[in-house]
Each structure stands twice: as C-alpha cells, then as structure tokens.
Nanobody, 118 residues
Framework: VQLVESGGGLVQSGGSLRLSCAAS????????MSWYRQAPGKEREWVAH????????NYADSVKGRFTMSRDNAKNTVYLQMNSLKPEDTAVYYC????????????WGQGTQVTVSS
C-alpha cells in the first residue's frame, strides 16, 4: 500500500498550490480519502475529505471557500487545490485513506511541505 503526496512548495501569501496524492495497493474507489495538515508545534488537523460512497466533500472552516478537494478514481488520485493561501496554511500536508469495517483500514502518506510566506 502506498500513498504518495506531491505538489508542495513555497508560495507567497495569496498564491495557489495543487497537491496530489497517488494511491496504490488497495481498492482506492471504496475508500474515503482525506487531507490533513500539521503545522510546527501543533497537532495534526483534518482539512477535507471526500466520502465514499456518495462522493460528498466536506471542509474544515479554516479552508472553506479557498480549498477544493477532488478525486479521480480512474487515476487512483486525489487532489487538493489551494487558493488564496495564507501564512497560517503553512504545514506538512498528509493524505489518508480510510474504510470502515470490519475490518477497518487506514493508510497515511509521508506528507508534503507547504510553506506560505507573508
């Protein structure tokens, strides 16, 4: 099982980035996919998810209206389009795959760094 995030980097405040998470080794389309982030000295926090089944997308209040999550089941990939970035969005962003059981499965990627300069 692998989740590989990419697309992070350094961007100025107000800029945009698009993160990708490529999945392999499990039945991607049957999993709920999520993005989390962890800033230095802070706990990891949920950012957004696409629920399976149904495809409904939900966002944390802190990113609502600025971030858009999508998934492409044909490519086993999820995306996080991040617009109007703020310095407080600086964090390591992680992708998570989750499926309720029994049995329950949960997989995490290694993370990608996003740094927003003021």
């Amino acid at each position: 099982v692998q989740l590989v995030e990419s697309g992070g980097g350094l961007v100025q405040s107000g800029g945009s980035l698009r993160l990708s998470c490529a999945a392999s080794g499990f039945s991607f389309s049957s999993y709920t996919m999520s993005w989390y982030r962890q800033a230095p000295g802070k706990e990891r926090e949920w950012v957004a998810h696409v629920i399976n089944p149904g495809g409904r997308t939900n966002y944390a209040d802190s990113v609502k209206g600025r971030f858009t999550m999508s998934r492409d089941n044909a490519k086993n990939t999820v995306y996080l389009q991040m617009n109007s970035l703020k310095p407080e969005d600086t964090a390591v962003y992680y992708c998570k795959a989750f499926r309720f059981g029994p049995p329950t499965y949960e997989y995490w990627g290694q993370g990608t760094q996003v740094t927003v300069s003021s």
